[in-house]
């Protein structure tokens, strides 16, 4: 029999049962939604609207079922629709009479808002460990890279060289950010709306702050209304994981290019490769565009949302039980990959040969020729011009700016002499970009620094 029955005079139908019904997934909720219980049963005894001994008997009642739920021993059904009517539905059934009092002063619009926050507080601190720990095996890599060269490109064509560790640190960077946004959201989301009962909060004399307190949230939604109509928190997080994968998409874009013959940049362990069915030769790096591809399931799930509750007037609308399962899915792909990027770029092999090699060949030292002329009282624009010149001088000839004469580049330039072929090696082109945030040892070494000080906060 349905809790809600006394006010029908017949049956739902078994679809409307299965359209529903939330259980098969909201189940995830167990832990959040009796801890909320036991707070709110707590709450309610102290303020004098249930008994000291009722308020026992539920808190009891609760953690026994906690357990049998955690031992396997409870089968939810679909005739309790959800997580919050299954528990109340277990307690009464253990408890009697006092179970039937937990839901004094509370509504389930209340409680689902409430067992939502305490579930992404919780998982949130889980991604920003997994993030955290994928932070840390980019820096290792990175230190093991100051000296491997490379071409850094835009437009995917060779732009100037720069150092594995630099390289590096840009991923570094973009996850770190995703860390403080994930912190920022966290703080928004940080405030309970338990108390905001259906939508008008209640007239029993609750104390909400008390509530929240024992929850460990740092305050109180403001208004009722918005308490239990409010997914801004959902939304926001969704938009988080779905950077975070846009980083990791971006990031295994490249480990895809730079795993093909055409780079060999870098090479999978076989532990993060698989092989083609039908050809023999073939090492793929699956694991990698699989992270590319999920990004697009985690976007989904933020568009999913964000269309569900674009029509929605206020207060609660059974739509927003569509919020659950793009969240709960974004928040175990978003895991999922974090848990495989970490041990696939630590277990990487470099083939730094191959970096120094397309480094070489792709006049990616041309600013720095451009520059030392500039150095020697070229203006700038001159100097580019000259140095386009010698590029496509070059071009015609098959050969790279190292191999021209001093005699032949004074034909460009009189100003041309020795000491420019210092000035255009790789790694000095690496090493005299000084400035904060450039590719040189000391800078990287900088930006190092800073990220392992993140990592200890
Ligand atoms: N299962 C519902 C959800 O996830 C709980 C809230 C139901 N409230 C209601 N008035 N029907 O949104």
């Known amino acids: 029999m349905k809790l809600w029955s006394g006010r029908f005079d017949s049956d739902s139908a078994d679809i409307t049962d299965e359209i529903n019904s939330s259980i098969d997934f909201d189940c995830r909720l167990y832990a959040e939604d009796i801890e909320g219980s036991r707070a709110h049963a707590a709450m309610l005894a102290v303020q004098g609207i249930i008994s000291p001994i009722d308020a026992d008997k539920i808190i009891e009642g609760l953690d026994s079922i906690l357990a049998d739920i955690e031992s396997g021993k409870i089968s939810f059904t679909r005739d309790n629709e959800d997580i919050h009517m299954n528990i109340e539905a277990l307690l009464t059934q253990r408890i009697g009479e006092a179970g039937k009092r937990l839901h004094t002063a509370r509504s389930r619009n209340d409680q689902v808002a409430l067992d939502i926050r305490l579930y992404l507080k919780k998982e949130i601190g889980q991604i920003d460990k997994l993030l955290r720990s994928l932070i840390s095996v980019i820096a290792d890599k990175a230190e093991t890279g100051y000296d491997i060269i490379m071409p850094a490109y835009t437009h995917l064509q060779r732009a100037q060289p720069t150092t594995f560790a630099h390289y590096m ?132 799930s933020l568009l999913s949302l964000l269309t569900v509750l674009k029509g929605l007037p206020l207060a609660y609308n059974k739509d927003m039980q569509e919020d659950k399962e793009p969240l709960l899915d974004a928040i175990d792909t978003v895991k999922l990959c974090l848990r495989a990027f970490a041990p696939m770029i630590a277990t990487m092999k470099l083939r730094s040969e191959n970096m120094r090699r397309a480094a070489a060949g792709g006049f990616i030292n041309a600013t720095d020729c451009a520059d030392w002329l500039t150095k020697k009282g070229m203006p700038f624009r001159d100097a580019y011009t000259v140095t386009g010149k010698l590029v496509n001088h070059c071009i015609k000839e098959g050969k790279i700016l190292e191999e021209l004469s001093v005699d032949e580049l004074r034909t460009f330039s009189p100003l041309f002499d020795e000491s420019v072929y210092e000035a255009i090696k790789l790694e000095n082109c690496v090493e005299a970009r000084l400035a904060e945030g450039g590719p040189s040892r000391a800078s990287v070494e900088a930006q190092l620094r800073s990220i392992r000080e993140f990592l200890e906060t």
């Open 169 to 300: 640190m840009a991923y570094a960077n973009m996850l770190r950010r995703d860390c403080t946004r994930l912190s920022d959201c966290l703080g928004r989301m940080d405030y309970s709306p338990l108390g905001s009962g259906a939508l008008m909060s209640t007239t029993y004399p609750i104390d909400r702050r008390l509530g929240a307190q024992a929850l460990g949230f740092r305050g109180i939604t403001e208004n009722s209304l918005d308490g239990v109509s409010d997914r801004d928190f959902a939304v926001e997080l969704l938009s988080d994981l779905s950077i975070i994968m846009m980083h990791l998409s971006r990031f295994a874009e490249e480990l895809i290019l730079w795993s093909s013959w055409e780079f060999k940049f870098v090479e999978m362990d076989d532990a993060f490769s698989t092989g083609s069915s039908i050809m023999p030769q073939k090492k793929n790096p699956d694991v990698a565009e699989l992270v590319r591809g999920k990004t697009g399931r985690v976007y989904g």
